[in-house]
């Protein structure tokens, strides 16, 4: 199960989804809110938590979530003092029941990471696309449109006709034909 812990909270944040099953991680921490709680909920353990990269609205609660669950943090640049382990373009890593491959896709970011599974049909695409055809902005340090519109292109090719559920670092899910939001967000990158 996927559950959006930051749903409803009015405050400067990521999304951060809790995913349960086989194992127990959080896609993004968040920030500006107690997500701890928010995770006691449903769980009394973490088994990893995976970041999509790391501005502070989605490493923020990074801290308050390693010392309460004793929990390792995973990213593509261990660099940056929120990352402990280092994830790779195409290494495959295990998040509730599912394996998904990681998929660098600077652009918004230099190490920002995709997470995609082909067996579930999901992924967590961070802030690289959001809902009807948003996408990430690009006027920040690391921001290159044209590395965003690549990212974009590889991330539509490898999902392929395999995608069901997008999960987007800010604002809702998609759960329609997900593709075509990559594909609007593929086009306005171009010519917004
Ligand atoms: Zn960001």
Same mark, same amino acid.
């Given at each position: 199960?996927? +559950? #959006?812990?930051?749903?409803?909270?009015r405050?400067?944040t990521?999304?951060?989804?809790?995913?349960?099953?086989? *194992?127990?991680?959080?896609? %993004?921490?968040?920030?500006?809110?107690?997500?701890?709680?928010?995770?006691? !909920?449903?769980?009394?353990?973490?088994?990893?938590?995976?970041? *999509?990269?790391?501005?502070?609205? /989605?490493?923020?609660?990074?801290?308050?979530? +390693?010392?309460?669950?004793?929990?390792? *943090?995973?990213?593509?640049?261990?660099g940056?003092?929120?990352?402990?382990?280092? =994830?790779?373009?195409?290494?495959? =890593?295990?998040?509730?029941?599912?394996?998904?491959?990681a998929? /660098?896709?600077?652009?918004?970011?230099?190490?920002?990471?995709?997470?995609?599974?082909?067996?579930?049909?999901?992924?967590?695409?961070?802030?690289?696309?959001f809902? #009807?055809? $948003?996408?990430?902005? *690009?006027?920040?340090? !690391?921001?290159? +449109?044209?590395?965003?519109v !690549?990212? =974009? %292109? +590889?991330?539509?090719?490898?999902?392929?006709?395999?995608?069901t !559920?997008? /999960?987007? $670092?800010?604002?809702?899910?998609?759960?329609?034909?997900?593709?075509?939001? =990559? %594909?609007?967000?593929?086009?306005?990158a171009?010519?917004?």
């Open positions: 199960m996927i +559950r #959006n812990l930051a749903q409803g909270i405050v400067f990521s999304n951060a989804f809790l995913v349960d099953g086989e *194992t127990t991680a959080l896609v %993004d921490a968040g920030a500006n809110f107690d997500v701890v709680p928010k995770i006691r !909920e449903f769980t009394d353990s973490l088994d990893a938590v995976y970041l *999509t990269h790391t501005h502070p609205d /989605h490493i923020g609660n990074v801290d308050a979530v +390693r010392d309460a669950f004793d929990v390792q *943090t995973w990213g593509y640049d261990t940056n003092l929120a990352v402990d382990k280092r =994830i790779d373009d195409g290494e495959r =890593i295990q998040i509730g029941d599912d394996v998904y491959e998929v /660098h896709t600077p652009g918004h970011k230099d190490d920002h990471l995709c997470f995609f599974s082909r067996g579930a049909g999901v992924c967590f695409a961070g802030d690289l696309v809902a #009807n055809g $948003g996408f990430g902005r *690009t006027d920040l340090p !690391e921001g290159d +449109r044209g590395a965003l !690549e990212s =974009i %292109d +590889r991330l539509h090719e490898i999902v392929g006709d395999d995608l !559920e997008l /999960h987007t $670092g800010h604002g809702p899910s998609v759960t329609t034909r997900p593709k075509d939001d =990559i %594909d609007l967000a593929a086009k306005a171009r010519t917004r």
